[in-house]
DNA sequence: CCCTAAATGCGACGGATGTTGCGTTAAGAT
DNA sequence: ATCTTAACGCAACATCCGTCGCATTTAGGG
């Protein structure tokens, strides 16, 4: 039931987009009744935070590839296959967050909880040496990724991963 | 009659936030009627768009401070005070760019003509001899600025003036 | 000054969106 | 097996949003 209905949201935002999004449209699709959407979900952001924590990975971990640099391009890598999917979820969610608090919400939890996780990759650096502890790993990775959001999503123009690893560089060397 | 309803939109903005705009307050604020609203701006996010080209200033430059990293400060404290503005007509501007195709390209169009302006600052420091002409400025202005936009807009978080500073200074470090 | 055309005001309409009351079904407990 | 409770299906309803036809005003040209 939950799985019909939120398979039915990724077809959907995959034919007309997150602005072509409606709840009717699901209800049809998943053969799930109107009303029980709007009871279980409430809203179209409902929906969308509903599927990005049905398919948040609760046990995942950066790479571990050996050094700093490496594991931020593994990182960004990630960033931008996610961003760059048909259809992005998180994309979707990026735009509901605009219109209801609790997708907002749903956002900065699941991201707060990646940037938890990826810090990781900070503390493995410090073990090997390789920078100090006083790095601020909030400030090192959003160096990495938010430049591939700010063209990806934000100006809404293509990206080559090898951009995508030129910005973890940069991010590496600046704790250098 | 465009200023009175710009006015309008700016203070409903201020009031009831992006979701919470609506055409018919803005009509009843404004003291025009709903339909020349319709007809002339179409839709919320249309009448954003005007509100953003209304408000972009055709002579905007770069300061100049005499160094590469002291005119990335200055553009990342001007990008600051434009997504930390009570209300901050780019955040409901992006906010608009998920629902419409105008919006999303308006955007586009504000931002790539920005970078355009702002390429300035490269060739100056490319004139003073502190880096090469090969540069990438677009790559640079994303280094210094996304991490602004992805704080303040997609984590809906707080930043310091020095921490985006200290971004500013990490995209000069970059190419140098 | 008058005529024409474009823009605006106005009320009514149609469609989409979200809500409610009620009957039915499904699940769990005793 | 029966009772209880919660979830779902269903249809009717209310509301909001955007559109349309028509009257009125405004601006500009002859």
């Known amino acids: 039931m939950r799985a019909d209905v939120l398979a039915a949201v990724e ?3 995959a034919e007309h987009g997150y602005d072509g999004l409606t709840i ?3 209800a049809v699709r998943s053969g799930v009744h109107r ?9 179209v952001p409902g929906l969308l935070v509903d599927l990005l924590e049905a398919g948040a990975d609760d046990a995942w971990e950066p790479a571990d ?5 490496g594991d931020l391009i593994a990182v960004n890598r990630e960033v931008h296959a996610a961003l760059t999917a048909r259809p992005s979820v998180t994309q979707a969610v990026i735009g509901a967050s605009f219109r209801t608090a609790e997708a907002a919400e749903a956002l900065t939890r699941f991201w707060k909880d990646r940037y938890t996780r990826t810090a990781l990759l900070v503390r493995r650096a ?4 390789e920078i100090t502890g ?7 990775l959003l160096t990495a990724t938010a430049p591939l959001y700010h063209q990806l999503v934000l100006l809404r123009q293509p990206m080559s991963r090898a951009k995508a690893d ?3 560089r940069v991010a590496a060397a600046s704790v250098h």
Chains 1, 2 share one sequence.
């Open 11 to 13: 077809a959907e935002l």
């Open 24 to 26: 009717d449209a699901v």
């Open 35 to 43: 009303t029980t959407l709007y009871r279980r979900w409430k809203t």
């Open 65 to 69: 590839t050996g050094s700093l640099e």
């Open 126 to 129: 410090v073990e090997r040496g």
């Open 134 to 140: 006083d790095v601020d790993a909030h400030q090192l």
């Open 166 to 168: 030129h910005h973890a």
